[in-house]
């Protein structure tokens, strides 16, 4: 029997033990997240274990509904303590979840604390922990340098005005880079009750009145100017279901002023409207080298009630089986032979899409970078070993596994990078299979690249990190 999450943990073979040594302390490039910029700016540490580990955390607040936790405990105003407790009272039940080995990895790397969390260890894991908290100040940027993190991408809405950025710069004190990402989610969503509201706050940010569709891409494409003066070279999409519907000029200006009067706009019509800015940008993030990311499958907010009372991000959300195959390719066609398409990074939520996904890469991939086009890494509900596994070995059966850009954090928490220590090992478990099957010959050497390459040099190659 192995010890309990050893220095041997997911690591079977000695191929997959070597492979992890060789990249174990590569530095982190995050990619995509959504940490803070405020939080990083104002730099203020910790109060306790229950702030770093439990606020935000939709993740970990799904799995205690599970079982069993009252809200008042999860989301409530309940005190710190009893909120950990809580917390800690769930973890024997959670065998099998990545949150398990999560939870212990961040206790081990930040604390070196290696005794299994339950009711019974509660008590004096809340006190060491909470002690080293105090004594070392656990403030943002600190967990960020001693996470060996190179740079920081956060996400951000177009209309931000990305003053926290801007500070950060000015400052020029922190070591690591915290750049903004382009997310315009808000601008996508026309027939949302929100489109309004940020359609003012776009206006605001521009300073001029929005009053056609042309008009909302000239702003767009301003504001992307604006975030590329900070450094951007990442956007991100969230799509569900992926839109494909063409419309002439004269009916995306009539489905623009419908949605500006606050008119009801039918869902071919948003179709429509979706994927004509999505192309639009698509043509401006491939002029500026840009990155554009594809999140593709959720069904956010299932639960109503709980939707009302808490807000979106709360851990009701989960995944959706939508066709994408045709609509995907139409996408990307309609990119590829019009304004451009950019680099691009394909996630996809639901696994019965692996392959889809998987396959459409080799569709449009040139020689403007290597791996032009990526699957992404095991997203959301598939950021766990099975879901890792099954994601590598789609691209790896499809495509070029030693072009992959690797791990996203994806994480609200200063706390979560390890589970890029999670993914390196998963990651060299599964070469290192294949070498001891006979299935790709010894070379160490070689090998060892890859995964250095796989866990940071080839993201920062391809967003442009190392110039």
């Not at 394909?346 to 459409?360: E, Q, R, W």
């Given at each position: 029997?192995?010890?309990?999450?050893?220095?041997?943990?997911?690591?079977?073979?000695?191929?997959?033990?070597?492979?992890?040594?060789?990249?174990?302390?590569?530095p982190?490039?995050?990619w995509?997240c959504?940490?803070?910029?405020?939080?990083?700016?104002?730099?203020?540490?910790?109060?306790?274990?229950?702030?770093?580990?439990?606020?935000?955390?939709?993740?970990?607040?799904?799995?205690?509904?599970?079982?069993?936790?009252?809200?008042?405990?999860?989301?409530?105003?309940?005190?710190?303590?009893?909120?950990?407790?809580?917390?800690?009272?769930?973890?024997?039940?959670?065998?099998?979840?990545?949150?398990?080995?999560?939870?212990?990895?961040?206790?081990?790397?930040?604390?070196?604390?290696?005794?299994?969390?339950s009711?019974?260890?509660?008590?004096?894991?809340?006190?060491?922990?909470?002690?080293?908290?105090?004594?070392?100040?656990?403030?943002?940027?600190?967990l960020?340098?001693?996470?060996?993190?190179?740079?920081?991408?956060?996400?951000?809405?177009?209309?931000?005005?990305?003053?926290?950025?801007?500070?950060?710069?000015?400052?020029?004190?922190?070591?690591?880079k915290?750049?903004?990402?382009?997310?315009?989610?808000?601008?996508?969503?026309?027939?949302?009750?929100?489109?309004?509201?940020?359609?003012?706050?776009?206006?605001?940010?521009v300073?001029?009145?929005?009053?056609?569709?042309?008009?909302?891409?000239?702003?767009?494409?301003?504001?992307?100017?604006?975030?590329?003066?900070?450094?951007?070279?990442?956007?991100?999409?969230?799509?569900?279901?992926?839109?494909?519907?063409?419309?002439?000029?004269e009916?995306?200006?009539?489905?623009?002023?419908?949605?500006?009067?606050?008119?009801?706009?039918a869902?071919?019509?948003?179709?429509?409207?979706?994927?004509?800015?999505?192309?639009?940008?698509?043509?401006?993030?491939?002029?500026?080298?840009?990155?554009?990311?594809?999140?593709?499958?959720?069904?956010?907010?299932n639960?109503?009630?709980?939707?009302?009372?808490?807000?979106?991000?709360?851990?009701?959300?989960?995944?959706?089986?939508?066709?994408?195959?045709?609509?995907?390719?139409?996408?990307?066609?309609?990119?590829?032979?019009?304004?451009?398409?950019?680099?691009?990074?394909?996630?996809c939520?639901?696994?019965?899409?692996?392959y889809?996904?998987?396959?459409?890469?080799?569709?449009?991939?040139?020689?403007?970078?290597?791996?032009?086009?990526?699957?992404?890494?095991?997203?959301?509900?598939?950021?766990?070993?099975s879901?890792m596994?099954?994601?590598?070995?789609?691209?790896?059966?499809?495509?070029?596994?030693?072009?992959?850009?690797?791990?996203?954090?994806?994480?609200?928490?200063?706390?979560?990078?390890?589970?890029?220590?999670?993914?390196?090992?998963?990651?060299?478990?599964?070469?290192?299979?294949?070498?001891?099957?006979?299935?790709?010959?010894?070379?160490?050497?070689?090998?060892?690249?890859?995964?250095?390459?796989?866990?940071?040099?080839?993201?920062?190659?391809?967003?442009?990190?190392?110039?």
């Amino acid at each position: 029997m192995k010890p309990f999450m050893s220095d041997d943990f997911l690591l079977s073979t000695p191929t997959a033990k070597a492979l992890f040594e060789a990249c174990r302390n590569e530095p982190i490039f995050d990619w995509h997240c959504h940490l803070s910029p405020k939080e990083i700016w104002e730099n203020e540490p910790a109060k306790d274990l229950t702030q770093l580990w439990l606020g935000g955390d939709h993740y970990k607040w799904r799995a205690e509904r599970s079982c069993g936790v009252p809200e008042e405990l999860i989301t409530g105003d309940a005190p710190a303590k009893d909120k950990f407790f809580a917390w800690a009272g769930c973890m024997p039940k959670l065998i099998g979840n990545p949150l398990y080995h999560w939870t212990h990895l961040e206790l081990q790397r930040y604390f070196g604390i290696t005794t299994p969390l339950s009711e019974k260890t509660a008590g004096e894991i809340w006190e060491k922990a909470n002690a080293i908290i105090a004594a070392d100040g656990f403030s943002p940027r600190s967990l960020i340098e001693r996470s060996n993190v190179r740079c920081v991408c956060t996400t951000d809405d177009p209309a931000d005005s990305l003053e926290y950025h801007e500070k950060l710069r000015d400052e020029g004190k922190f070591r690591v880079k915290v750049l903004p990402a382009f997310r315009p989610d808000k601008a996508l969503a026309i027939e949302a009750p929100a489109f309004l509201p940020w359609l003012g706050a776009l206006q605001k940010a521009v300073g001029r009145k929005i009053d056609s569709f042309e008009a909302l891409k000239a702003a767009l494409f301003e504001r992307v100017e604006r975030f590329a003066s900070l450094g951007c070279r990442a956007t991100d999409h969230a799509l569900n279901p992926v839109p494909f519907r063409k419309a002439s000029p004269e009916e995306l200006e009539h489905i623009f002023e419908k949605a500006a009067a606050g008119e009801p706009v039918a869902p071919e019509e948003a179709e429509s409207y979706r994927t004509a800015l999505l192309t639009a940008l698509a043509g401006e993030y491939a002029r500026r080298g840009w990155v554009m990311e594809l999140h593709i499958g959720p069904i956010r907010n299932n639960n109503s009630a709980a939707f009302k009372k808490i807000g979106p991000d709360a851990g009701f959300d989960s995944i959706d089986d939508n066709p994408v195959a045709a609509k995907l390719s139409a996408l990307l066609d309609a990119m590829a032979s019009g304004e451009g398409l950019p680099k691009t990074v394909l996630f996809c939520l639901n696994p019965k899409d692996n392959y889809v996904l998987g396959s459409m890469l080799g569709n449009f991939q040139t020689d403007e970078a290597f791996g032009k086009l990526q699957f992404g890494s095991g997203w959301w509900f598939n950021d766990n070993i099975s879901g890792m596994r099954a994601q590598m070995d789609a691209l790896a059966n499809l495509g070029a596994l030693a072009t992959f850009v690797g791990m996203v954090t994806d994480s609200r928490s200063f706390l979560s990078y390890p589970r890029h220590e999670y993914f390196r090992r998963i990651l060299c478990e599964y070469i290192g299979n294949l070498v001891e099957n006979g299935e790709y010959p010894a070379d160490l050497e070689t090998l060892s690249g890859v995964v250095r390459d796989i866990s940071f040099g080839n993201a920062a190659r391809y967003f442009g990190l190392e110039k």
